[in-house]
C-alpha cells in the first residue's frame, strides 16, 4: 500500500522545513503505528508518506478482509 500527504508541496512551503518536519514526525509515527495494527510492515519511508506491505514476509490469511474500506482508518480525518 501506498500512503501518502495530499497537499504536501504546498503546505512545506507555508510551514518551512523545521515545522514540516515535526508534522511529518507526528504523521509518521499515526502511520507506522496503524500499519502494525493491521498485522502489516512499512517497508519504506518517503518525504510525505510511506509504503506498507501486508501479508509480506508473512502470509496473512484474512488480508481481503483486514485490509476492507469499511475498516480501514487512513481516510479518516
Request: proline share 6%.
Amino acid at each position: 500500500m501506498f500512503c501518502d500527504m495530499e497537499g504536501f508541496t504546498s503546505l512545506s512551503e507555508k510551514l518551512g522545513p523545521e515545522k514540516i518536519y515535526a508534522l511529518m514526525d507526528q504523521v509518521y509515527e499515526i502511520l507506522i503505528h496503524k500499519v502494525h495494527d493491521y498485522e502489516g510492515t512499512v517497508n519504506e519511508m518517503t518525504g510525505d508518506g510511506i509504503m506498507a506491505l501486508f501479508g509480506a514476509p508473512i502470509a496473512l490469511e484474512d488480508a481481503p478482509s483486514v485490509l476492507s474500506a469499511p475498516r480501514w482508518p487512513f481516510t479518516e480525518r
